[in-house]
């Protein structure tokens, strides 16, 4: 281990997965584990370690990648291992019970490749779905033949017992016996690995059209169940083989099934991840799982297109996915597949037409508004259908001036008032946080999941604790750090900026921090303390960025004020002042932009 840290430097690590550039001694990032405009994200060369002032991410180059690519230790050792050429002895005696479970997957995989080559119909099948052999090998895809026990049987000749085979879902139970049978019996294998490529689970695609005994039908597609290896909730498929080209062109097309994936990979489109056997495909799953999904691929890149097929589960599942998405302040563009196919037909018949598909993609809100204003004529239905169907979407957005663009782009499209689509916005917003905050108390709408969860909970703690929030936390941190050695003018010269900032609010919000005082001082030292420069405490410059954060917060705060007076003024039926805040929301947003321009 110590071997590997001393080859890989830290900066040269992160610096392979996200920008980042030099600010003194360390390096800084915009974080990549909570959704931030503004650098917060330090890290350090010297302590060869990485700290965020914004979610308090911490760690070394191993719980970077953990963290990153939402591995445990040991997938994040592999990758670093490959990385630093660093050859892992392994140890089959001192395998613990997790590595066992990654031996038996890997067994079951190469088992199923065998038997592949052994069956001329799997192989004739696999063939006529367009798949060539390169294709085949690269992705590993296998046949699990027919029968009760023949993997069972071939896992027991290399030394597995059937309790690690249920733990991954090989094998199951039969009902009220003691006897175990395969889970996948004639069904083509598609294996699922982690990002780190170990396999994790299997999807089966059902190969003949059989029946059960009781006359019903299986089910097309089988997955594995989730497993102390599997979380659907945390993997995509292809993830392995696609990141770098994510990461290399800063895009991912996501699609639903594993054909359509491999298809995709195989037209040499290799920025492609599958939702399939994943939690994002699942009408049940909750927005958790969603969350990390998409948080997975977000953390490589903020941009997106999703391409589902376009029957109705498909379109359906495509814009919960953009609303989420949005959500985590990505970009979300819909590619339109017509004519009932799937991006796997595509690829068969043509690969250009793929190709087209995705060029032609659009940014989810104007697809979803020229799907209203193509279905409905009838004007007053049409502004139903468009609260119903596109201010949903246009809420989920974190920046307001996102937000009246697309308000600008609805009011001209489909001839309506931007004043009552603003009015309309508010209260499908309030809905919708409602709804979420049911659903889920833990999780505020727009915080980002880690793969731990940690953050998501630090946050929403924070918020809980009525908002000395980190932001404002760090700032006041550093103005009584910097009281505290004497640099005067600079700690006074800043709290005038936070006291004209914070206008009326500045009284209570200083004195929150101050009751804090030890504590915000204590967390500044430990961070700022690596900025210090060679001539004492070079301060200046994370101060601005702080004052501009927090002034970016305020900006929101304001926003979010005059909308809720809006909404009080409606209701009041008081006109003017409806105009006049709607003004004032519109002014605000463009303030904000213009900061976030800077
Ligand atoms: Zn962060």
Redo the contacts with the bound molecule.
Sequence with gaps: MEEIKARIPIEELIGSYIKIEKAGKSYKAR?P??N?KSP??FISPDRGGYY?F??N?KGDIFSFVEQFEGLDFRGALKILAERAGVKLVHDEKADGERDRLYRVMELATAYFEEQLARSAEAREYVKNRGINDETRQIFRIGFAPDGWRNLMTHLKSKGFNEAVMEKVGLIKLKEGTSDYYDRFRGRIMFPISDSSGRVIAFSGRILKDVKNSDGSSPAKYLNSPDSPLFDKSLVLYGLDKAKSEIRRLNYTIFVEGQMDLVMSHQAGIKNTVASSGTALSEETANSVGIISNLGLVRRLSPNVIIAFDSDSAGRKAALRASGIALSLGMDVKIADIVGGKDPADLVKEDIEKWRQTLKDAKPVIEFELDNVIREISDSRKLIKSITDRVLPLIARIDSSSDQSHFISMIADKAKIQADLLWKDLNVVAKRIKEAELNANPNVAANTFTSPKNTIAKARTSSEMGKRVDLIERRLFGLIFLMEKEGLNDQASMASEKVKKMAGDSYESRFKSANDNKGDLMFEAESFFGIDAGPNGKNWEKPMNELLANFEEDILSDEIINTMHELKLAEKAGNQDKVIELAKKCQALSIRKAILNKK
């Design positions: 974080c584990f909570h931030e917060s994200f965020c914004g979610c991410a």
